[in-house]
């Protein structure tokens, strides 16, 4: 089978807030295009694209969806991906693989915060795009409130399309660029005319603001329009794609996409005409991995392949599929090719398109397409698939990192080894989730961008593999430290037949600079204790460290120092000097003036100007010490050192403040004492965690 012309392509990002119809409209654009026989619904769970149970039980989106289309005679990729704060790693994702946007906004709510995010991140990405105005048959939807919304957020942003009547009493759509209307009954496909005479005031009117934008950025335009010169359809058409490509001009369209799709076909005719093919765009930007430097990836036809992995998903039963965007040559079924990053060979078996869950086989996917694969062996997501010689690399999607971390322990004895393989592969689909073992604590740590989107992921990993955890919160790795310097001794003697045990050591503990660690210092002279035990010694005080005398945690910032002692020609052995040494160790920590560290962290908090004295405030109620503020924008970005223990539980509490309009990110700092009015009840709290 022949691949599809490049040029009638067109790959699309729908996204957008939660709750803004993203999925409802991608059902719409499938069933006006013939691609559903039924018009699915988000309430029964009935959609293309959220066919995960957990999806339908949430009535979300919780991972990005792949549907294809034909529409006059273009193939129409579309990833509907979250609107849910909590999953915008996908998002994200699907941003790099696209190469424009449908923007979805909710008639009713206007731009919300992850609209800001999204239009952000396409903004960096310098990402064609358009914007749906959809459920414009609710109550309360204001079409004209949204326009001056979306011009605040970017100037660009044009209507196209305007609304016949509003609310439930919404007809139909007027076309700006070839003035007609278009009615809708109980169909998603509507019926051309001419534009009703109630409505060619507000048309004429929108129609001159959509001139001005076209063509103010067009030097032949403007003289035209300024000279009262007619522009034709054809020109309006060629300059909008122009600015759009240029990312200057967003057209704004209408739709609604529960009744009966209204819109949809409006929407598909403006995919067509107006967004941008593969073939338009600029050369990819990545790195050759064998010198390092910035390349580019420009599509050919001919030539090998360079493919890229955008998604991976995790299946119990057909394990990895790898999401794939071909961005140069062809790639054919049943053909070897090379991992830039690891160097290794793969065989690409069987290619796909997905259909949402359904898998439809295809020969071979051309320059600009996207398809899927199943079973490579050590592909991962942000990978480069090549047939020829290249060694170039992307580098990795910018995602959000954690911000909430929970420990987790497997439900059922046994199923630990269960636990972690299922969370590995989750995060091959997922780049934003964190999964560790805590060094100090020996937590299975599991991390994500809230409390819903860690449950989400292992509701996932119960479903598909078997396995379920109980989630704690996680220990705060603690230290502790002494604040003045001692000495002890340690004895070790027992005498129970044949040879004895018998070891003896003298030690000074004294503290260190924070940051210093742990120093040991032999200082024995005239044979006190023979050399070969001294490691021994040393081995015994490590292992005392391990645990203080305030909650048991590791002590650090020491210096030990072993200056005599005594020793049996006999019974004297490694293992009576290790025990000694502990034995002297966990005397001289009762008598050194014992304090708790905990660790301080970085916090980088990113929040509207209306909100800032609430956070800030918050702040100095966990202990923060502010270090300063920064204006981006329209937002503040707030820098200060909290404790960790104070920030286990600041996700919620920051969604609460700003009504989910902030994020933070933190990195660890240092180790400080904690207040002796604290440590107590910071040992109670770690112990019950």
């Known amino acids: ?42 309430a029964e769970g009935t959609t293309v694209t959220d066919f995960d149970e957990e999806e339908q039980r949430r009535g979300m989106s919780i ?114 660029v070839h003035m007609t209307a278009t009615t809708y009954a109980a169909s998603p496909t509507g019926t051309e005319g001419d534009i009703p005479a109630e409505y060619a005031a507000a048309a004429e009117a929108a129609r001159e603001r959509l001139m001005d934008i076209v063509a103010e950025a067009d030097d032949v335009l403007i003289e035209k329009y300024l000279g009262g010169e007619a522009i034709t359809t054809e020109e309006l058409i060629a300059a909008l794609h122009k600015g759009i490509l240029e990312t200057r001009i967003f057209p704004v369209v209408c739709a609604a ?48 392949a360079i493919v890229y992995v955008f998604k991976t998903l995790a299946d119990q039963f057909s394990g990895k599929i790898n999401l794939l965007r071909v961005i140069s040559g062809s790639l054919p079924s049943d053909t070897q090719v090379i991992d830039t990053r690891t160097g290794n060979k793969e065989r690409i078996g069987h290619l796909m398109r997905l259909q949402g869950k359904e898998h439809e086989p295809v020969n071979e996917l051309g320059p600009g397409d996207i398809g899927a694969v199943a079973k490579l062996k050590d592909v991962t997501t942000g990978d480069v698939l090549t047939t020829g010689t290249s060694t170039v690399v992307l580098r990795p999607v910018s995602v959000p990192p954690p911000v909430m971390s929970f420990w987790v322990t497997a439900r059922n004895k046994g199923d630990e080894e269960k636990v ?38 292992l509701e996932r990993m119960k479903k598909r593999f078997g396995v379920e955890v109980d989630l704690h919160q996680p220990h705060v790795p603690y230290h502790e430290t002494i604040t003045k310097t001692v000495e002890a001794e340690g004895k070790h003697k027992k005498q129970s037949g044949g040879h004895g045990q018998f070891g003896d050591c003298h030690l000074r503990v004294e503290p260190l600079p924070v940051g210093s660690g742990f120093e040991f210092v032999d200082k024995i002279v005239g044979g006190a204790i023979p050399r070969q035990f001294i490691p021994a010694v040393e081995k015994g005080v490590q292992e005392a460290l391990t645990k203080g005398v305030i909650g048991g945690f590791p002590v650090v910032d020491v210096r030990v120092t072993v200056f005599d002692g005594k020793y049996h020609a006999v ?58 503020m920064e204006t981006k924008g329209h937002t503040q970005i707030v820098r200060a050192e909290v404790p960790m223990a104070e920030m286990l539980s600041y996700a919620p509490d920051l969604r609460a403040m700003t009504g989910g309009r902030g994020d933070y990110s933190m990195e660890f700092l240092r180790y400080d004492q904690v207040p002796a009015h604290l440590a107590e009840k910071a040992v109670a709290a770690n112990e019950s965690a």
Request: charged fraction near 25%.
């Open 420 to 457: 972690v393989s299922a969370l590995r592969r989750l995060q091959e689909e997922d780049p934003s989730l964190d999964v560790h073992r805590e060094d100090e604590t020996g937590d299975l740590i599991v991390g994500g961008l809230s409390q819903m989107h860690v449950e989400s992921i």
């Open 1 to 42: 089978m022949a691949h599809t012309d490049p040029s009638k392509i067109r790959n699309v990002a729908v996204l957008g807030h939660r709750g803004t119809g993203k999925t409802s409209l991608v059902e719409a654009l499938l069933f006006a295009s013939g691609a559903t026989s039924r018009l699915g619904n988000v």
């Open 571 to 628: 019974d004297s052995s490694e293992m009576a000097f290790r025990i000694a040494a502990q034995m002297g160790m966990k005397d001289a920590l009762a008598k050194a003036g014992s304090v708790l560290l905990e660790p301080i962290m970085t916090v980088e908090v990113t929040v509207p100007e209306d909100v800032v004295g609430d956070v800030m405030g918050d702040m100095n109620g966990r202990r923060g010490r502010p270090l300063g």
């Open 257 to 304: 996409a529960g009744m009966a799709g209204l819109g949809a076909d409006r929407v598909l005719d403006m995919i067509v005409d107006e967004l941008p093919a593969p073939h338009e765009l600029g050369a990819w930007t990545g790195v050759d991995s064998a010198t390092g430097d910035e390349t580019e990836i420009t599509l050919h036809e001919d030539g090998p």
């Open 63 to 176: 991972s990005s969806s792949l549907v294809h289309l034909t529409w006059r005679d273009c193939e129409i990729n579309l990833i509907d991906a979250p609107g849910e704060a909590s999953f915008l790693a996908d998002a994200y994702t699907a941003i790099r693989a696209t190469d424009c946007a449908l923007v979805v906004i909710n008639a009713q709510m206007g731009v919300e915060v992850t609209t800001q995010k999204v239009w952000d991140r396409c903004e960096e990405a310098g990402l064609a795009r358009s914007v749906v105005v959809n459920m414009l048959d609710r109550e309360r939807a204001d079409f004209d409130q949204i326009i001056e919304q979306l011009r605040e957020m970017s100037p660009g942003c044009v209507a196209v399309e305007i609304p016949m009547g509003s609310g439930p009493a919404i007809q139909g759509v007027i076309d700006l």
